[in-house]
């Protein structure tokens, strides 16, 4: 008589299913696929609802939208020029403050502050990164703006007047004051992720420099911020995209002019702005349109200028990673 040996009995359909919920792999790869699908099905939601609210203006004006420069509701004339150069200008007075503030103290809360001043600092940071915007541009309005009219705009024009970056008169308000506030707004960002970047470096890094003879801050800038250079890009972008959407701060400081100035000092719009500003009072359909066409514009410009800043770290990991 002679048993069968190696043969498995065939597995239940309930054993197949408990087995297949107990592993989990196929359910957390399901799972997971769903959430990442999520955030594509979403983008293009928004962008059809965009698409699709703005046809009224977008069949009337056409490419003439991006490029004009009137912004008249009961003409029923509009045009986005104002608003792009108003929402790019202060987003880069804002990086352009903010990135050396933002990385520096970076540097020094990693690297060289004591652990218990460290800790502190980046607490107090993080509680301003929390601060809604609104917070800001009420401070900004009793600061910030008189402290620009009476002080900093008219030295600056006594300065550097013949410059055509700060002629005109001095209002306390314009593109100049909505970029420090956006500094302010942003630099939390900056400081918060590029020192999480910089203490995910290796000790050994560190060590290895000093071993060789480097000083404390020959190590750190040439070895530890390089090391660390995408998570601190990343921090500066993620910075760019709180700038480009910021709405109330800036509508407070910024003076809510609807024309295209060179002066510092002028004030202006952004896009964020306007809509927020017009969109309860849009009565005709292309006026409502207009403005939604505006949303679809800032959309654009934000996936324009982060798939600038994404080919800029592959070119700069690239340039990086090559041998000489």
């Avoid at 590029?194 to 750190?220: D, F, I, N, Y």
Wanted: hydrophobic share 50%; proline share 6%; with cysteine.
């Amino acid at each position: 008589m002679r048993t069968a040996v190696g043969t498995v009995p065939p597995q239940s359909r309930p054993r197949k299913l408990v087995k297949f919920w107990r592993d989990g792999d196929q359910i957390t790869h399901l799972v997971t696929l769903i959430f990442a699908a999520s955030v594509f099905l979403v983008t293009v939601f928004l962008v059809y609802e965009l698409w699709i609210h703005s046809g009224p203006s977008r069949a009337k004006f056409g490419f003439r939208f991006l490029t004009g420069k009137t912004w008249d509701p009961v003409a029923e004339d509009f045009g986005a020029l104002p608003f792009i150069y108003g929402t790019v200008l202060t987003s880069f007075l804002g990086l352009l403050i903010s990135i050396p503030l933002g990385v520096g103290a970076a540097i020094f809360l990693s690297e060289l502050a004591p652990p218990q001043l460290s800790n502190a600092c980046t607490f107090l940071v993080e509680l301003l990164a929390a601060v809604p915007s609104v917070i800001f541009g009420l401070l900004a309005i009793f600061t910030l703006v008189p402290l620009m009219r009476q002080y900093i705009e008219p030295f600056l024009k006594g300065a550097l007047g013949v410059l055509p970056l700060f002629q005109g008169p001095a209002y306390g308000v314009g593109y100049l004051t909505a970029g420090l506030v956006l500094a302010v707004m942003t630099f939390p960002f900056i400081i918060s992720i590029s020192r999480e970047a910089l203490l995910a470096v290796p000790r050994e890094q560190r060590e290895a420099a000093l071993a060789l003879g480097a000083t404390k801050w020959e190590s750190t800038w040439q070895v530890v911020v390089p090391y660390a250079r995408l998570g601190i890009l990343g921090s500066i972008f993620l910075a760019l995209a709180r700038a480009l959407g910021e709405t109330m701060a800036v509508t407070m400081v910024i003076g809510n002019d609807t024309g295209i100035h060179t002066s510092l000092l002028s004030p202006g719009y952004t896009i964020a702005a306007i809509i927020a500003n017009e969109f309860t009072e849009a009565t005709g359909d292309i006026y409502l349109s207009s403005l939604v066409e505006l949303g679809l514009v800032l959309f654009a410009l934000t996936m324009v200028l982060n798939g600038a800043a994404q080919l800029l770290i592959v070119a700069t990991t690239g340039k990086g990673s090559k041998q000489p």
